[in-house]
């Protein structure tokens, strides 16, 4: 089971950036797919999730309007649009894919992707 996440990088504030996580090793398109963030001497928290029925979306309130979560099941791949970017927003951010197979709940989770919003 693989979780790739790429993308990150630094960005002035107000920029964009979009990041990818690609899976493998479980099956994606019956998977609830989440981001999550984690900054510095933070918590990890949740920023949005994207459901594998009808791929409605959820947003943490912080990010709803700025942030937008999307997938493509061809591709084994979530993405997040992140715009209006804030210094704010600088965290790792994480990949996590939630299901069942075979009767069993799985929870996965990627390595992270560094975002950080500066000038």
């Known amino acids: 089971v693989q979780l790739v996440e790429s993308g990150g990088a630094l960005v002035q504030p107000g920029g964009s950036l979009r990041l990818s996580c690609t899976a493998s090793?479980?099956?994606?398109?019956?998977?609830?797919m989440k981001w999550y963030r984690q900054a510095p001497g933070k918590e990890r928290e949740w920023v949005a999730s994207?459901?594998?029925?009808?791929?409605?979306?959820d947003y943490a309130a912080s990010m709803t309007g700025r942030f937008t979560i999307s997938r493509d099941n061809a591709k084994s791949t979530v993405y997040l649009q992140m715009n209006s970017l804030k210094p704010e927003d600088t965290a790792v951010y994480y990949c996590?894919?939630?299901?069942?197979?075979?009767?069993?709940?799985?929870?996965?989770w990627g390595q992270g992707t560094q975002v950080t919003v500066s000038s």
């Open positions: 996590n894919a939630v299901g069942a197979a075979d009767a069993t709940w799985y929870d996965y």
């Open positions: 090793g479980f099956t994606f398109s019956s998977s609830v």
């Open positions: 994207i459901n594998y029925l009808d791929s409605s979306t």
